[in-house]
C-alpha cells in the first residue's frame, strides 16, 4: 500500500507565478490535510477538505491560497502571484475518516514527504 | 491561548541510553496526542499516539506518557539508537470536529556512539 505521495518534491518559482502542489491520499483514504513547515518549526494547519468538500480552511491566508480535492484525481494546493514569505515546506497528510465519525478509534493522520516551494 | 511547546530544543544522548523527550501543552481540552519523529528532508513519521482517557501506552521500544494535572506528555525511546537521530514533534488535537492538528516547535535528538 502506497503512502501519502506529493508533487514536485521541489518546486522553485519566481515571485508573481503560480505554485501548483498536488498531493495523493494513502489508498481508502478520503481526508486530505495541507500543512506549512518553515525551517527549525513545526508544521501549522492550513486546510482541510473532503472529496470535492473544503471542512476547515482556518489555517489558510484568505487571499492567494485555495485548496480542492476533486471527486477524481489528487488534492491541489494553489498559490497564486507567490512572493518570497511563500518559501516552505508544504505537507499533505490523510487519514481514512474523520475523528468526528468514530468514538471508538482515532485515524491517525499520515504525512507525505512534502513539497519543497522555493520563491526566487 | 493553546499552546504546545517543548521543554529542550536539543538532546543529546549517547547509543544505548535512554532517551526522554517533553512536551508541554496548553489548551485542556485536548484529548488526543501523537508524538512524530521528522527526518532531514523527509515528513513526519507517525510514532504513537495516545488519547487523554490514558496515562501510558506502549509501542516498540516507545512508550508515550500522558500527565493531564499538568499538561505534560513526553516520549521514551529505549535503547536510543544511530537510527533514532531526527527531530521530534508532540501535536495535539483539541477539535473533535476538523481533526486538525496544532504541532510543538520540535526538540532534536543527537544520537552519539
Known amino acids: 500500500n502506497a503512502g501519502v505521495m506529493q508533487n514536485p518534491r521541489h518546486l522553485v518559482r519566481r515571485r508573481g507565478q503560480e505554485a501548483r502542489l498536488r498531493c495523493s491520499p494513502m489508498?481508502?483514504?478520503?481526508?486530505v490535510y495541507w500543512y506549512r513547515q518553515l525551517p527549525e518549526e513545526g508544521l501549522k494547519f492550513m486546510v482541510y477538505?473532503?472529496?470535492?468538500?473544503?471542512?476547515?480552511e482556518s489555517g489558510m491566508p484568505k487571499e492567494r491560497f485555495s485548496a480542492e480535492f476533486p471527486k477524481e484525481g489528487p488534492s491541489i494546493l494553489r498559490i497564486q502571484q507567490v512572493v518570497r514569505g511563500d518559501s516552505a515546506a508544504y505537507f499533505c497528510a490523510s487519514s481514512p475518516r474523520s475523528r468526528g465519525q468514530s468514538s471508538l478509534s482515532t485515524d491517525t493522520q499520515y504525512f507525505g514527504p512534502g513539497t519543497r516551494l522555493t520563491v526566487l | 491561548g493553546e499552546s504546545v511547546g517543548l521543554h529542550l530544543p536539543t538532546l543529546s544522548v549517547q547509543e544505548g541510553d535512554n532517551s526522554i523527550i517533553n512536551c508541554a501543552y496548553s489548551n485542556s481540552a485536548s484529548d488526543y496526542f501523537i508524538w512524530y519523529k521528522q527526518e532531514s528532508g523527509k515528513g513526519p513519521q507517525f510514532i504513537i499516539d495516545i488519547r487523554s482517557n490514558m496515562d501510558k501506552r506502549q509501542g516498540q521500544r516507545v512508550t508515550v506518557l500522558l500527565n493531564k494535572t499538568v499538561k505534560h506528555l513526553s516520549l521514551q525511546i529505549a535503547a536510543t539508537q544511530p537510527g533514532d537521530s531526527a527531530v521530534y514533534f508532540c501535536a495535539e488535537n483539541d477539535d473533535y470536529n476538523t481533526d486538525k492538528l496544532i504541532f510543538g516547535t520540535g526538540t532534536r535528538l543527537q544520537v552519539f556512539p
Open positions: 477538505l473532503q472529496k470535492e468538500n473544503i471542512i476547515d
Open positions: 489508498k481508502g483514504h478520503s481526508h
